[in-house]
């Protein structure tokens, strides 16, 4: 009886491993084992993810050109909402958040180290039909107004406070349309869907240069104020030395001629260093719209 079960063993064990050889596949990394560390690089949404790639893609390329020891890559967001959630929940090694996402992001691991030149294009601008008969703020009561998104700072709060100083209580007096891109905003003033849309320079000058004929139909009703551009933050961990590459390769970016060329498809001259102290006017702004205007976090 022992020799039998001895030799059921034995076979079973054959058997497994016969089984094992089978059905084991052996598995690759996709980057070998010396290829430099991936760091994901995301944009917030000032464009649609297709536009947004095709104006940040060369610069991404850029890096990787001027910083071989490490490999970039771009990650767009289709909203907001999803930029949002991945910047707060740490995803991207590198980012260049709206203002307002840039200050809350300190709070979840980041910290500033550039931002976009060019403070003076950072203001909300609020687009109507020039033949809408819209003459004065006071005309938009009952009516419809489209903004990009809740987290835009320049293209929906800064509209908004705008109103809210202005005669109108946004929250009482206007329906509020958050349409998800800076593009559809300006759509949906074009298509007569709303009375007004909200939006900032740089998509506006990019529409006007795509779609001359339907730019012409609209025009620039009210400017607000500005406020410190678009921010560039990073996570604690990212190894301090990477930064400074990172940093020092954006602000050398317009000293050539096709550096300046992806500045002018970004509607920008250039690229700025930066601190966490730079954005103290923007964590004011955003109190004073909590308090006047409708609560959010800052």
Partial sequence: MKWIMAVLAALFIVGCGKQQE?????????????????????????????????????VIDYLNARIPQAHFRLEASRNYEEFDKKLYGGHFDFAMPNPYQTVRSLKYGYRVFG????????????????????????????????????????????????????????????????????????MNVLRGHVAAGAT???PWKTFQQENPEMAAQLEVKWQTGTLPNNGWVVRDDVPPTLVVKVGRALVELGRTE????????????????????TYKPVQQYLKTFSETVRQIEY
């Fill in 115 to 186: 931002k976009m030149g060019n403070d003076e294009m950072f203001r909300g601008i609020i687009l109507v039909r020039k033949d809408s008969g819209i003459r004065q703020v006071s005309d938009l009561k009952g009516k419809k107004v489209s903004y990009p998104a809740l987290t835009a700072l320049a293209a929906t709060m800064m509209p908004q406070y705008y109103l809210q100083t202005h005669g109108i209580d946004v929250n009482r007096d206007i329906e509020n349309l958050y349409v998800g891109s800076q593009e559809s905003s300006i």
């Fill in 22 to 58: 089978e059905t084991y596949h052996p598995t690759f990394s996709p980057r070998g084992a010396d290829a430099p560390k991936e760091y994901i690089v995301g944009i917030h949404p000032l464009h649609n993810p297709k536009r947004l790639l095709e104006v940040y893609g060369p």
């Fill in 258 to 277: 096709e550096g300046r060329a992806m500045l002018e498809r970004m509607g920008i001259t250039r690229f700025e260093y930066a601190t966490d102290n």
């Fill in 200 to 202: 900032w320079p740089v």
